[in-house]
């Protein structure tokens, strides 16, 4: 029953072979090259990208798993949300191969297969849904930051996400004030281990209001502010893996925090976490340290599966299929500004 998944909503062009949960193959080609230069993805760009890639990524796919087109049972992609021209590609690739074999064609939520992602674990990557427990997950990456109330499996609730910049965002550009190439997370990441966290005390955005929304410009511009009152940080390796060290413990103390406190206001026993900015070091420790204290358990998504990868969209078509839920019609079109509710 193998089902073939496209994901290019933003700038990785992905194709995924599943079966039974199972994923047999989850090639991703990442643009991060093609837009570094512009310090930012271009939306243009990344289409015209994931145009020239489609194919070819989806037959390394096919060729990975060793599956044929005959034998797919199902096609899936990410209808929304995401650009709206690269959405395009993955739909109406993935569309078209669903017409032309006469299968089911599945279109996914983007944030919805992020929000499963932590339940794929082990290479190659099984789905474990019968371990799956209510949770509050939380979704970080360069394009969103969002904390989820999972109530059960496949039944979500929105508390709260980001007012402006995204963490991932937020990394990024104040990389890019320290003359970091794009994208800036994990150089912060490596130059912050070496560095001592409380060297300067930057602001901690929205740690205590209530809510469970977030908010990093404002850490952006004091850093800013920072560097241009003391530019000779730059110039002093110590120094810049110092303010590197603050900036991470300033947005991992706000993302723990916040997980945390929503998890236990809502009762649920479980954590998760996944997105791009969960491979950062620092907010691995700090979530596995307080969860531990905390008495809640936690599953952070694997490596491979935090950046987006169509993997995590075919194992939700997966399940969905499975379920019963329904599948989309092929003259669908793409849903860019989707929301989670
Ligand atoms: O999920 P992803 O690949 O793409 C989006 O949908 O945005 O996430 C990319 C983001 C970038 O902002 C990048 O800087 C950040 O994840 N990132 C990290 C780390 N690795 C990736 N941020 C902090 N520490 C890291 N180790
Ligand atoms: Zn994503």
């Given at each position: ?35 570094a230069?512009y ?8 289409a015209r990208?994931h ?17 044929s ?17 690269a ?34 674990q ?8 019968l ?66 966290p409380?060297a ?10 209530p ?5 990093f ?9 920072h ?46 976490a ?68």
């Open positions: 029953m193998p089902l073939l998944a496209f994901e290019t909503s933003c700038d990785e062009t992905s194709a995924a072979v599943v079966e039974r949960g199972r994923v047999l193959s989850n090639i991703v080609s990442s643009q991060i090259r093609l837009h230069e310090g930012g993805v271009v939306p243009e760009l990344a990208e145009l020239r890639q489609v194919i070819p990524i989806c037959r390394a796919a096919l060729r990975q798993a060793g599956v087109p005959e034998r797919l049972d199902a096609v899936a992609a990410t209808q929304g949300p995401g650009l709206p021209n959405l395009i590609v993955g739909l109406k690739t993935a569309q078209a191969l669903a017409f032309a074999l006469r299968r089911p064609f599945v279109g996914i939520h983007h944030h919805e297969a992020h929000l499963y992602s932590p339940w794929i082990g290479d190659p990557p099984v789905a474990d849904f371990e799956f427990e209510p949770n509050v997950s939380l979704i970080v990456s360069g394009g969103h930051t969002m904390l989820v109330h999972v109530q059960e499996k496949l039944t979500h609730h929105l508390l709260g996400s980001t007012l402006d910049d995204a963490a991932g965002e937020c990394f990024d550009k104040i990389g890019k004030l320290m003359g970091m190439a794009y994208p800036a997370g994990p150089e912060i990441d490596r130059l912050a281990e070496q560095g001592n409380s300067f005390a930057f602001p901690r955005p929205m740690l205590r209001e809510d469970d929304d977030f908010s410009s404002g850490l952006k511009t004091s850093v800013r502010y560097l241009r009152d003391h530019p000779e940080v730059l110039d002093h390796a110590q120094a810049l893996r110092d303010v590197c060290a603050s900036v991470q413990a300033a947005i991992v103390e706000v993302l723990v925090t916040k997980t945390i406190r929503a998890a236990q206001r809502l009762g649920v026993g479980c954590v998760t996944s997105g791009g900015v969960t491979c950062n070091r620092a907010l691995r420790r700090q979530l596995t340290d307080a969860c531990r204290r905390e008495g809640l358990r936690l599953r952070l998504a694997q490596a491979s599966l935090c950046t987006d990868n169509a993997g995590m969209i075919g194992i939700l078509a997966d399940e969905k299929l499975r379920l019963n839920l329904g599948t989309t019609a092929l003259d669908e079109e793409i849903r860019p500004g989707w929301s989670l509710e």
